[in-house]
């Protein structure tokens, strides 16, 4: 940080990594907002008592960081062209972790200014607004309606109305609450109640003076929100958590998917429009129509997925002939987008509703976005139309994607802007794809050990099943192999009947996962797991509430005489940002290697530009970094604390003993066995001492 430089750091969750970058990021913020404020009063005091105080202080007068009027006074103000110390944002993929983040702060001696940015579903208090569907919509609605009815709630004296109208907001349209303290979400929310203001705006006027902000990694890789939460990263230092999948947010944070029923939800929202608006909405629906053309009689190169029950086409386009099919459209699309936006922030900041729906306009403004960055830098793009089919082989959706190729495109935006971006996660490896695919020079790189000591873990591969031996290679010819389904079925149940309280079962796919339980219901394999173990399977598609109730459900089965066992997806809902420590997974198996689908025409464009684009990091070894990431994330879910303990077992006779492409934690821990008897062996002695030790 303070030789703004970039760092790579990957350290095993339960290492206090998160704890170690707060305190020292914090430390240093203190340190250097000491020496400012020393400085400004220095220079006070020489403008005071010295007619050369017309003058501008050049940078090098400045000792790490800049200056802004705010911090001088008034006789001296606009002398200044720099800013303040350096905003530290404090960034990970979700808000449960953030919290988590908060706590670990909580935890020092620092009391920074913060604040913590979230969406209004973690944030809305309003008893209406809060259960809608249409959240982000009804909020503009309420927080701009006059208030015509009777209904009213009385806090500290004043009557407030929460029915027709947004109490919280319209009584209150800029809070500041006051607090030395470190906060959490549900403490401001708590406040809001009290107080009668509300969070979701209060949080974002915090984040205008805190020193340090918390916030989901897309507010700031999405151009779009990182302006429309005004985040200025100007001499800031960023810190990613959890940024394992930082390539994958950068890439969809500046491409677009639009369905083909977007024409009919524009030509709705033009019916509310104002007068002077509508006619912006007739240059939209022009650009749409000709998508729609594009969707109706595609003519790129086809190819197609007929292994789901649904197939698919789809038509393919170069970065230069989807710039040859909108290069007319896009400055009129720039130029509706732009009014229709400018007009709409017009009209609320004078307290009129306009019944524009948010999540399309947003659609709009990331379609003007995505073909502008298309325009841009075509040969790191490519287009796709797609057409799905029914069984009667009849189209029932068409969409297209602008869809970019090169995540640097995104990240480079960000890091020309911050003074230092820190990457960090329990599962980077293999790291040097992530310096090749971001394009950004880490100076400063780690792979750490774990903090638990050797005798805590036992981490190896099991190469054959139980009793005849069979080679466990998870590759895709095998899937359907009834002696491949068969043995791994058997592995799993005696690592089952050795496990204590939870376990861990990660597979490549939902459509394998099924044809394992459908192929054990068969040879009544699934009765012996049943009898050893309660079995949840994550499901396909869930809601989050719905999903939180099943992992309670699965973390009271573990306290159960016999436990329970989850099989679960890679890179799915159980893979990351739930806590799975002590009892909750004392094994976690991970079964073949999750290489992303060949059939996917993004991951097939990705392989191909690698090739041509990427020297240090050809399609192959971007293939197979994509697959070892995901199991390195899977495999951390079994230690989470120093006093953690647990098996980590690799069933697939790929894997190997030093291979590179695992965390450095776990690769210094692995150990191949030529039979799955010497394992189980071993995993027997294992068990039983570690128990004996807890007990």
């Given at each position: 940080m303070k030789n703004s430089e970039n760092a790579l750091l990957e350290s095993p969750t339960g290492t206090g990594k998160s704890l170690a970058l707060l305190v020292g990021a914090v430390g240093w913020q203190e340190e250097e907002t000491r020496i400012f404020n020393a400085w400004i009063n220095q220079k006070k005091n020489q403008n005071s008592s010295s007619q050369s105080s017309q003058r501008s202080f050049s940078d090098s007068q400045v000792p790490n960081f800049r200056i802004s009027a705010s911090d001088l006074s008034a006789s001296a103000q606009g002398l200044y062209l720099v800013r303040s110390p350096p905003i530290i944002y404090f960034a990970s993929r979700t808000v449960n972790q953030l919290r988590q983040a908060v706590q670990q702060l909580k935890l020092t001696k620092y009391r920074p200014k913060m604040s913590i940015l979230a969406s209004r579903k973690h944030y809305c208090i309003h008893p209406i607004v809060s259960a809608s569907e249409e959240l982000n919509d009804d909020c503009r609605k309420y927080k701009n309606a006059k208030c015509k009815c009777s209904k009213a709630v009385k806090v500290d004296g004043i009557v407030h109305c929460s029915g027709c109208h947004c109490a919280f907001f319209v009584d209150n349209p800029n809070p500041v609450p006051q607090t030395e303290e470190i906060w959490d979400l549900e403490?401001?929310?708590?406040?809001?109640?009290?107080?009668?203001?509300?969070?979701?705006?209060?949080?974002?006027?915090?984040?205008?003076?805190?020193?340090?902000v918390f916030l989901p990694y897309n507010y700031i890789f999405n151009p779009l929100i990182q302006s429309a939460i005004r985040i200025d990263l100007s001499n800031a230092v960023v810190i990613i958590d959890e940024a394992h999948n930082i390539e994958?947010?950068?890439?969809?944070?500046?491409?677009?998917?639009?369905?083909?029923n977007i024409k009919e939800d524009l030509l709705v929202d033009q019916k509310y429009a104002p007068d002077d608006i509508s006619p912006m909405y007739d240059i939209v629906i022009i650009t749409v129509d000709l998508l729609l053309k594009i969707l109706e009689r595609p003519?790129?190169?086809?190819?197609?997925?007929?292994?789901?029950?649904?197939?698919?086409?789809?038509?393919?386009?170069?970065?230069?002939?989807?710039?040859?099919?909108?290069?007319?459209?896009?400055?009129?699309?720039?130029?509706?987008?732009?009014?229709?936006?400018?007009?709409?922030?017009?009209?609320?900041?004078?307290?009129?509703?306009?019944?524009?729906?948010?999540?399309?306009?947003?659609?709009?403004?990331?379609?003007?976005?995505?073909?502008?960055?298309?325009?841009?830098?075509?040969?790191?793009?490519?287009?796709?139309?797609?057409?799905?089919?029914?069984?009667?082989?009849?189209?029932?959706?068409?969409?297209?994607?602008?869809?970019?190729l090169d995540p640097s495109l995104c990240f480079t935006q960000v890091s020309e802007q911050a003074r230092s971006i820190i990457l960090t996660s329990g599962t980077l490896a293999p790291m040097q794809s992530i310096k090749h695919e971001l394009g950004v020079d880490f100076k400063i790189t780690l792979e750490a050990s774990h903090v638990v000591k050797k005798e805590q873990l036992w981490v190896g591969v099991i190469p054959?099943?139980?009793?005849?031996?069979?080679e466990l290679k998870g590759v895709f010819g095998n899937r359907k192999n009834t002696a491949y389904l068969d043995g791994l079925g058997k592995a799993i149940l005696r690592i089952m009947q050795l496990t204590p309280d939870g376990m861990l079962v990660f597979l490549p796919s939902y459509t394998f996962m099924n044809d394992l339980v459908d192929r054990w219901k068969v040879t009544g394999l699934y009765d012996g797991l049943e009898e050893c173990k309660k079995l949840y399977f994550e499901p396909r598609k869930i809601g989050n509430v719905e999903f939180s109730g099943m992992v309670k459900r699965y973390q009271g089965d573990v306290e159960s005489r016999c436990g329970a066992a989850f099989f679960c997806i890679y890179r799915g809902k159980m893979s990351e940002g739930i806590d799975f420590a002590g009892r909750l997974a004392r094994t976690v198996v991970a079964v073949g290697i999750p290489y992303p689908s060949y059939t996917d025409i993004c991951v097939a464009k990705k392989r191909e530009y690698n090739d041509l684009h990427n020297p240090f990091l050809k399609g192959l070894q971007w293939y197979e970094t994509q697959a070892f990431r995901a199991v390195n994330q899977a495999i951390g879910r079994c230690i989470r604390n120093a006093k953690d303990w647990g098996a980590m077992i690799l069933l697939d006779s790929r894997f190997g003993e030093g291979d590179t492409?695992?965390?450095?934690?776990?690769?210094?821990?692995?150990?191949?066995?030529?039979?799955?008897?010497?394992?189980?062996?071993?995993?027997i002695e294992f068990f039983e001492r570690k128990l004996m030790n807890d007990n």
């Amino acid at each position: 940080m303070k030789n703004s430089e970039n760092a790579l750091l990957e350290s095993p969750t339960g290492t206090g990594k998160s704890l170690a970058l707060l305190v020292g990021a914090v430390g240093w913020q203190e340190e250097e907002t000491r020496i400012f404020n020393a400085w400004i009063n220095q220079k006070k005091n020489q403008n005071s008592s010295s007619q050369s105080s017309q003058r501008s202080f050049s940078d090098s007068q400045v000792p790490n960081f800049r200056i802004s009027a705010s911090d001088l006074s008034a006789s001296a103000q606009g002398l200044y062209l720099v800013r303040s110390p350096p905003i530290i944002y404090f960034a990970s993929r979700t808000v449960n972790q953030l919290r988590q983040a908060v706590q670990q702060l909580k935890l020092t001696k620092y009391r920074p200014k913060m604040s913590i940015l979230a969406s209004r579903k973690h944030y809305c208090i309003h008893p209406i607004v809060s259960a809608s569907e249409e959240l982000n919509d009804d909020c503009r609605k309420y927080k701009n309606a006059k208030c015509k009815c009777s209904k009213a709630v009385k806090v500290d004296g004043i009557v407030h109305c929460s029915g027709c109208h947004c109490a919280f907001f319209v009584d209150n349209p800029n809070p500041v609450p006051q607090t030395e303290e470190i906060w959490d979400l549900e403490d401001l929310n708590t406040d809001g109640n009290k107080k009668m203001f509300c969070p979701y705006y209060a949080a974002r006027n915090l984040a205008k003076v805190a020193q340090i902000v918390f916030l989901p990694y897309n507010y700031i890789f999405n151009p779009l929100i990182q302006s429309a939460i005004r985040i200025d990263l100007s001499n800031a230092v960023v810190i990613i958590d959890e940024a394992h999948n930082i390539e994958e947010v950068c890439i969809e944070s500046i491409s677009e998917n639009i369905l083909d029923n977007i024409k009919e939800d524009l030509l709705v929202d033009q019916k509310y429009a104002p007068d002077d608006i509508s006619p912006m909405y007739d240059i939209v629906i022009i650009t749409v129509d000709l998508l729609l053309k594009i969707l109706e009689r595609p003519t790129g190169k086809r190819s197609g997925n007929l292994e789901d029950h649904t197939p698919t086409f789809t038509y393919t386009y170069s970065g230069e002939e989807a710039v040859e099919i909108f290069k007319h459209v896009i400055p009129d699309l720039q130029n509706a987008v732009s009014r229709i936006s400018s007009h709409i922030i017009t009209l609320e900041e004078r307290e009129k509703f306009v019944k524009i729906s948010e999540y399309l306009f947003g659609q709009l403004e990331k379609l003007e976005l995505s073909l502008c960055m298309l325009s841009e830098n075509p040969s790191k793009y490519s287009f796709f139309v797609t057409h799905t089919l029914n069984r009667q082989n009849k189209i029932v959706l068409r969409k297209f994607k602008i869809h970019c190729l090169d995540p640097s495109l995104c990240f480079t935006q960000v890091s020309e802007q911050a003074r230092s971006i820190i990457l960090t996660s329990g599962t980077l490896a293999p790291m040097q794809s992530i310096k090749h695919e971001l394009g950004v020079d880490f100076k400063i790189t780690l792979e750490a050990s774990h903090v638990v000591k050797k005798e805590q873990l036992w981490v190896g591969v099991i190469p054959f099943t139980p009793d005849t031996p069979i080679e466990l290679k998870g590759v895709f010819g095998n899937r359907k192999n009834t002696a491949y389904l068969d043995g791994l079925g058997k592995a799993i149940l005696r690592i089952m009947q050795l496990t204590p309280d939870g376990m861990l079962v990660f597979l490549p796919s939902y459509t394998f996962m099924n044809d394992l339980v459908d192929r054990w219901k068969v040879t009544g394999l699934y009765d012996g797991l049943e009898e050893c173990k309660k079995l949840y399977f994550e499901p396909r598609k869930i809601g989050n509430v719905e999903f939180s109730g099943m992992v309670k459900r699965y973390q009271g089965d573990v306290e159960s005489r016999c436990g329970a066992a989850f099989f679960c997806i890679y890179r799915g809902k159980m893979s990351e940002g739930i806590d799975f420590a002590g009892r909750l997974a004392r094994t976690v198996v991970a079964v073949g290697i999750p290489y992303p689908s060949y059939t996917d025409i993004c991951v097939a464009k990705k392989r191909e530009y690698n090739d041509l684009h990427n020297p240090f990091l050809k399609g192959l070894q971007w293939y197979e970094t994509q697959a070892f990431r995901a199991v390195n994330q899977a495999i951390g879910r079994c230690i989470r604390n120093a006093k953690d303990w647990g098996a980590m077992i690799l069933l697939d006779s790929r894997f190997g003993e030093g291979d590179t492409r695992i965390s450095k934690w776990l690769r210094e821990q692995i150990k191949g066995y030529d039979s799955f008897e010497l394992a189980e062996n071993s995993m027997i002695e294992f068990f039983e001492r570690k128990l004996m030790n807890d007990n």
